[in-house]
């Protein structure tokens, strides 16, 4: 960055200098019968600094972008790391607009601050220092009337920074939420609650609009005092050079070329009106970053953790209680999976099968006891090794916005095409890779929906396989191809299945149930009229 600050200010000048040495030579060549020799040093300057102004320009905006674009995506880096430590909580602490905010706005006002402000500054600071002590040099009163009235137009910037800052903190805020209720309306746009949302995103919209306007009269407020300090900067040493010209003291071609000189140096004050923008923005985009480094993923990962166990599979979840929203949802809950067993958990809506899942992902800890894999408490293992080895189906089946190749790679980024399409006719998909699924599989139907994920879950590599009711929205035909195609691809590995219905439970070997917090044997075959039903 401080190269291409250098060469901002080397470019500024280039431009003060093109303008004056063109003055010298426009007014040399007026002034004298000269030869086209005696002309050809300032033909070479004009030419030199015209082309050097330029590539010194380009120079500063690829190393200067260059830069910053290296500095965001390390904060971007940093950013998403920090998020995906939240996993499945993320979105107790952030909508998904949020997010998104945080991701690009925010972002793009820490990279770019560099640019907007301090590059606009140190162009200016630079032509002010330079263009100051050659005009003093040849006359203090000269320097007076071209260097001060740069400066105050400069200056002049200052009284809009409290106003600017105000605008640019209600606009950065007002985009936010417009960001985040249109996500959320548009995620929920089935139920009307985009029709809802309406009026809110007007009054946003209008309120973004004005937001613009004051902010296009500050700055059009700024143009023009900045422009009356240009006329009398003019005005100023057209008055002192023609005197100083009358009475020798200034050959008239140096004058023209001082005139041009001061003229070009006006230039350095384009971007310096967007420095309080970037400033407050920048600001506003620290604050909210600060605040969420305050906030404590709850699970965390170890600093030096311990590798996954190898061999079969031997999780255990010894008498654990789990609270949810501080109420207690797991208590004195024991589980013992072992190689290749498979568990079916049954129980009644909202009695904690799937808060059982997110245990053993460990997307929750747990309030008293401890879930070992191997031995080893999963707090001691990392996160992401540990999911690396469960597969996982949910309830809810999410499905990333992209085709139905990408959802089922998030399997396992290897698989060549023909494995992914003959799960899919496993599945009795009538799909094929390349469709577009949609924003969360909104182009699939619910129970096409269930089995993409189900299918994802198959290939996914995993020692314990969890599926969180595999078969809730499909018709008995369906229900018995996903229960074939889940009774083909279990070999080798554990199976956890968390259902409502029975006909899933055939693929059980043993049976649980989980009900006010406990697991235990369910009676064979499972009770008529108790929770689970088909
Ligand atoms: N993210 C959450 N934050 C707070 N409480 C939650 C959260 N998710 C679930 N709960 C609560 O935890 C309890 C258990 O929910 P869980 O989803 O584990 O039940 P379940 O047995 O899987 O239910 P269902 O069969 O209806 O899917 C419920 O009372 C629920 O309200």
Known sequence: MTRALLLGVLAALAGVGLAGSSGLLISRAATFPATFLALTLLVTTVRALGVGRAALRYAERLTGHDAALKRGAAQREALFTRLAGFGRDLLAHERTGDTLARLNADTDARQMYALRAALPLAALTGTLLLLGAWLFTLD???????????????????????PMTALTRDQVEAARHHGTLLLDALASSGDGAARTALPALNALSARLELGTLQEAALTRRLTAVQGLLFTLAVTGVLARGATLVADGTLPGVQFAAVLLAVTAAFDALAGLGQVPAA???????????AALTAVTPTVTAPPTPTPVPDGPLDLHVQDVTVLRAGRQVLHGTTLHLQGSERVAVVGPSGGGKTTLARLLTRDLDPAAGRVTWGGVPLPQLDPAALRRNVSLHEQDAPLLD?????????????LPDTALQAMLDDLHLPHRLDDWVGEGGTRLSGGERARVSIARALLKPARLLILDEPTAHL?????????????????????????????????????LHLQDGHLTPAPTPVPAGGTPHD
């Open 475 to 511: 018709d008995q035909d369906d229900e018995q191809v996903v229960l074939h195609a889940v009774q083909r691809h279990l070999a080798g590995r554990a199976l956890l299945l968390l259902t409502h219905r029975v006909a899933p439970l055939a693929l059980a070997t043993r049976v």
């Open 140 to 162: 203090p009163l000269l320097g007076l009337t071209g260097a001060v009235p740069l400066a105050v137009a400069a200056l002049a910037v200052l009284p809009l920074r409290a």
């Open 402 to 414: 992209g085709t139905l190749r990408e959802n089922l790679l998030l399997a396992n980024p290897a």
């Open 279 to 289: 400033h407050a923005a920048r600001h506003a985009a620290l604050a909210r970053h």
